[in-house]
């Protein structure tokens, strides 16, 4: 049984690390072809949105190539994903407190948006409009496919396949700081709102609380972009 156990964890600890280096890896890529003498790393930080397709592709991409194995992790440990996603009985008080932390974690990324500040005239200086495909593409990417996949491979692996390992807090912290790398590009926001994100899941023990926090910030943050953008018309 322990010798079980240490297979799944170190199947999903080596798997979350892949997603981890593979999206971060290009995301820094990406931005250093930009790189020009003078700039500091928030200016270099700041061309992750100078491609948001690109951006949204391989975000798309790096999530759905590894959730069948994540599905097929959680197949072979006998955990069914669908009640460690929610349950019927549950659902409305997780969705609501998912709702909240979504408010809350959309607060945690205004803070960090002053870290803007520090950026100099080399800093990607962004677009005022955005094409109705870029930004449908992003709900995709960043309200669907991260709010529902990274959760299930940063706080459901954690959890379920490194907790007994580990420890589940630990576990639960070491996955946030995976995931703080992967979005290394907010300067910590992420890692701050994941561990609100950790307490709703460990409160409410249903991944469908985090999936909706994180979506839902996602989404507040898409949508005050666009008004934002919109009020220098």
Known sequence: MKEMNTHFAEKALKTTT??????????????????????NLLDV??????????FCFIFIFGNLVLLPSAVMLYKQSGISLKDEIYD?????TDVL???VLAILSSLVSLVFSFTSMGRTSLAYSGTRDAAVGTILLQIVALVFVSGICKEIFYRGFAKNFCGSIFGELPALLLFNLM????????????????????????????????????????LIGIIFNVLTAGMFH
Request: charged letters at 15%; proline letters at 1%.
């Open 97 to 99: 407190i998912g709702i």
């Open 18 to 39: 892949v997603l981890t280096f593979f999206v971060a890896g290009f995301e820094m890529f990406r931005c250093c072809l930009n790189f020009k003498e003078g700039m």
């Open 45 to 54: 930080a700041s061309f992750v949105s100078a491609d948001m397709g690109m």
């Open 179 to 218: 995931f703080g790398l992967l979005d290394w590009y907010n300067m910590g926001a992420s890692f701050v709102s994941g561990l609100l994100w950790i307490w709703g899941y460990r409160k409410r023990k249903h991944l469908i609380v985090p999936m909706i926090a994180h979506g839902g910030a996602n």
């Open 88 to 92: 019927k009985n549950t659902l409305g």
